[in-house]
Structure formats: structure tokens, C-alpha cells
């Protein structure tokens, strides 16, 4: 009998930890913006947009879930660097080179600069603060990512 | 008791689940070690993310910088080449690799590739020309290749330049973000190795010639993103190793006309960690010298040859990794098989290329860092 509790037991946590893993690698964006009811159509477009951005240009490196690789990518989902925008719109805007500390972790490997033009770049910062339950009250215009400087 | 085998069965279904979830690595790989015998010394400082590099007969160094910038770095000191054609400076696009034909001193003539946006479309695709340095200036610049249609996606440019010893150039064109579109179609440009005579034309045995609607330069077929080339100097073939998605990066001895898998067969996921497919071979298509799991994101690719400074690594391979910070050295045995695996430079930075110089020295190029040079300590 003892056993079988043993057992029990041993299926419900194994089972929980297989969803657990399943469910951080589910892609699921679009529905958390559509779940948070957010009115603004030029957000949620923005954000459409980004999303396929983040695809061609940020998901190679920083992965699907934006949660990156710990110590060699920085992560997005979660990450003390984005709650200032300006840094990270400067990171898209310009690339990133030296050491940076992200939730308390160092990275040090360089990122390259993008290529992207400023309203692709409010888009995939639209995108990236609203995302992995990521939430902003800012909305990001390309006036603003025009408007900043190295 | 019937009871018990459920549970065992229920648990290893759990514990198979997990495995190929989050355990997804190689199983039986050769163990990469630490070799801690090397250094290096700073030749060029002050580099954003140095692409290319190639040497002249007189010792000075051209260096292409991904923005758009040729570098001549002649006695200490950067001399910025005019003249460079204008590059679509997107993603991992931009004034990629560059090589010097391998009779330079007679003809002068050295080869470039970039992302290009000429044609019709918005976007731009990978392109092969080349041209002659006068002074600081770039003359007698030809297009021999132009891949097509363009595209504004950023990814997988390929581009990396090689020579063999019959008079022809080869360069890779990567699948330009459309995996279900590109590699195994033969009518259709990216996700291909392309060889093309040394003036452009394209060479009557190549595989395809002939073939109603073939790109006829394509030389091999199914490659995701190829951004390391050397030629084996003892065999003359072409070496080419290339990123897979999340996993899968390969190693392969390129043959003619043949097709290397992607995305029909891999042992790469997707990023998203679901599978593409769970299909690793095919008896039509060719399998990988090797293959890490998890990716290095590999850049640069050198045969290390009759070194006097390197013996040991004399016969064998070194790669970049970007993602890791490290140059990766593969030993070959005698049948040209990965015995051995060492981590040379740990944490030195994304490795972008690395080449041996006609002198038998090894340069390696570090984003944001620049030229540096191999030392043993």
C-alpha cells in the first residue's frame, strides 16, 4: 500500500512538472494581450507587428518565451532592464557592447545593431513590453525611438 | 500488482516527456574540455562586428565591418576603403565576407559578398561581386552573383567565400527566413551552396545545368544558414558548417549535387521547443560530418595547416562561437572524423571568423572587440 501512495504521489508531481514544462514553451502572446482587454487597436496592431519582427530579428537569441539563455542571453520575459524603455529602445536602436547586469545576472557578449527602422522598433518594443506577462502603461511611438540618442 | 505496472508505466511516460523536453542533447557526444594553453595579442582594436577578413601578399589586413565599411589596416593603422557598394544593412545582413582570388598577386582581383537590394523587390538578397583595390579606392567592380527575389527579413545571409584549386569560387546563400520555401527547392535561390567559375559564369558540370527552371550556380541544396567555409586543404574539398534552429548546427563536406536534409530531416527543434520534425535521416539525403546540441551558433570555419607556431593543432579544425565566447578546436582522425572537441579562449567574446594567415598564424574576429590574435602562453 505504501507503495502504491509512493506511486500516486510520484505520478501527480511528475505530471505537474511535464505541464509545467510544456507550458513555458507555449507561444501564446497574442492571447495575453486579447485577455487583458487592452482597447487601444494601435497597440494591439503595433504589437501584431512586433510580434512578427521578434520573430526574424530578437527570437534566435532570446527565444520564443523571452526568456532567453541565462548568463550568455539576456532574458526579455521578466527582466529589471526593460523598466527603463529608454535603455532598452537604446539596445535596439544602437546594439548593445560591455557588461550589463539583468536581474542580477552579468552578460557580457556584445548585440549587434539591428538595422531596424524606428517605427519597427516601437513596434518589437510594443511587442516585448507586452508580452511573457511583461505589462506597460507606455505605449511606444516612433517619434520617441526617433528622439533618442546614443 | 496490475495495479503497480500502470503506475511504472504512467511514470516513465512522465519521465519520457520530461526527458525529451527540457534533455535535449546529444546523446554519446564528445565531451567538449577546457585548454587552457593559448592567449591572444590585440591587432585591430575598436571593431563593431568585423565580418570578414583576408590578408594581402604585403601583410596588411582588409576587413569588412557589417555596417558597410571596408578596412585596410596597413602599418598600424586603419585606412577606410572608398567605393564599397552600398549594403542593405539589416539583421545579419550587411558588408559580409571577403577573399582574394588565389592568384592576387597577378590579377588583383578580390571577392565580397553583401546584402544587396538591387531588383525589383523591397528588401534586399545575397550577392557575389568583385573588384580590384587601387589605393584606397575599389575599382572594376563586377557582380557575379545576385540571389533573389529580395526580402526585408534580417536572417540567414549565408556569405561565406571560398576557393578551390580548379578555378572555382564557392559561397553560400542562407534560406533567408523562409525554411518551407527555399532549401529544397532547386528553382528557387537561399539555402544553398553556389559554385560559380572565378570570373562569374557558371561552370558546365555543375549539377544542375541544364535542368528546366534550376538555378544552375546551386552546387548543394537543403542548408539553413552556412556562415563557415574553408576548403580541406588535403583533400580539396569544401567544408561548411552552418546554424541549425535550436540545436542542430552542422558540419558538412559538401558534394556535388547533393541535398543536406533541412528542414526534411534535422537534429534541430524549433525555438519554441516543439519539434520540425522527428525525421533525422533519409538515404537521399546526407548526414552531418557533426552536429552540436545544444547550438554554438557557429561563425568562421579554418583548416589549420603546416603551422610551424601550432603543430597540435596542425590537420584539424577551429570555429567561432558566437553564442558561447569561444573558439571551438575539432580534431580530425585520419578518416576526417570529429575525435576530439577543446575550448580554446573561453569567454573572449562572439567569436564572428577565423582564419589562418599565409604566414601560419591564426586571427580571430570579436564583435565589439576586434582582430586578435592566437598566442600560446
Known amino acids: 500500500m505504501k507503495i502504491i501512495i509512493t506511486l500516486i504521489t510520484a505520478v501527480i508531481i511528475m505530471s505537474l512538472y511535464a505541464f509545467n514544462q510544456t507550458s513555458n514553451y507555449t507561444f501564446s502572446s497574442g492571447q495575453d494581450y486579447e485577455n487583458r482587454h487592452i482597447q487601444d487597436t494601435t497597440l494591439k496592431n503595433s504589437m501584431k507587428r512586433g510580434e512578427v519582427l521578434y520573430a526574424d530579428f530578437c527570437m534566435q537569441c532570446h527565444m520564443t518565451d523571452g526568456k532567453g539563455v541565462e548568463k550568455t542571453y539576456p532574458p526579455l520575459a521578466q527582466s529589471d532592464y526593460l523598466s527603463e524603455h529608454k535603455n532598452a529602445i537604446k539596445a535596439v536602436k544602437f546594439g548593445l557592447n560591455g557588461e550589463i547586469l539583468v536581474n542580477g545576472i552579468k552578460y557580457s557578449g556584445a548585440m549587434a545593431d539591428l538595422g531596424l527602422y524606428d517605427d519597427e522598433i516601437a513596434d518589437v518594443m510594443n511587442y516585448i513590453l507586452n508580452s511573457w506577462n511583461n505589462t506597460s502603461e507606455e505605449i511606444i511611438t516612433p517619434e520617441l525611438v526617433k528622439q533618442i540618442d546614443k | 500488482m496490475k495495479l ?34 593559448y592567449t591572444y595579442e590585440t591587432v585591430v582594436d575598436e571593431l563593431s562586428v568585423p565580418w570578414g577578413l583576408e590578408f594581402l601578399p604585403d601583410g596588411s589586413l582588409l576587413i569588412t565591418e557589417q555596417k558597410g565599411t571596408l578596412i585596410h589596416f596597413i602599418n598600424g593603422k586603419k585606412q577606410i576603403i572608398e567605393g564599397v557598394p552600398e549594403v542593405y544593412f539589416r539583421g545579419q545582413g550587411g558588408l559580409l565576407d571577403i577573399k582574394i582570388h588565389p592568384d592576387y598577386v597577378n590579377n588583383g582581383w578580390i571577392y565580397i559578398t553583401f546584402s544587396s537590394t538591387e531588383g525589383a523587390e523591397k528588401g534586399g538578397n545575397t550577392s557575389l561581386m568583385r573588384a580590384r583595390l587601387d589605393g584606397n579606392k575599389l575599382i572594376d567592380k563586377q557582380v557575379l552573383y545576385k540571389a533573389s527575389p529580395n526580402t526585408t527579413k534580417g536572417q540567414h545571409w549565408g556569405s561565406r567565400i571560398a576557393f578551390d584549386n ?212
Open chain 2, 4 to 37: 503497480k505496472i500502470l503506475f511504472l508505466l504512467i511514470i516513465t511516460s512522465g519521465l519520457a516527456i520530461y526527458a525529451q523536453d527540457i534533455d535535449h542533447h546529444k546523446n554519446e557526444d564528445i565531451p567538449i574540455t577546457d585548454n587552457n594553453n
Open chain 2, 166 to 377: 580548379e578555378g572555382h569560387v564557392f559561397f553560400s546563400a542562407g534560406q533567408r527566413g523562409e525554411r518551407d520555401v527555399n532549401p529544397q527547392d532547386i528553382t528557387r535561390d537561399n539555402g544553398k551552396i553556389y559554385r560559380l567559375n572565378n570570373d562569374g559564369s557558371i561552370p558546365k558540370d555543375n549539377p544542375f545545368v541544364g535542368i528546366p527552371n534550376a538555378k544552375e550556380a546551386i552546387w548543394s541544396y537543403g542548408h539553413r544558414n552556412p556562415q563557415g567555409m574553408d576548403v580541406n586543404p588535403k583533400t580539396g574539398t569544401v567544408w561548411v558548417h552552418e546554424h541549425g534552429p535550436r540545436g542542430g548546427d552542422e558540419i558538412n563536406i559538401i558534394k556535388k549535387g547533393a541535398n543536406y536534409g533541412w528542414p526534411v530531416i534535422t537534429y534541430g527543434i524549433n525555438y519554441s521547443g516543439t519539434e520540425i520534425t522527428e525525421e533525422r535521416s533519409r538515404s537521399d539525403m546526407q548526414q552531418p560530418l557533426y552536429y552540436w546540441i545544444p547550438s554554438i551558433a557557429p561563425s568562421g570555419l579554418a583548416f589549420i595547416h603546416d603551422t610551424v607556431q601550432f603543430q597540435e593543432l596542425n590537420g584539424n579544425i577551429l570555429v567561432g562561437s558566437l553564442k558561447y565566447n569561444y573558439l571551438e578546436a575539432l580534431y580530425l582522425d585520419e578518416n576526417d572524423k570529429v575525435i576530439k572537441r577543446e575550448k580554446l579562449l573561453a569567454d573572449v567574446g562572439r567569436v564572428r571568423n577565423v582564419k589562418q594567415a599565409p604566414d601560419g598564424n591564426i586571427f580571430i574576429s570579436v564583435e565589439g572587440k576586434g582582430i586578435l590574435k592566437l598566442v600560446k602562453k
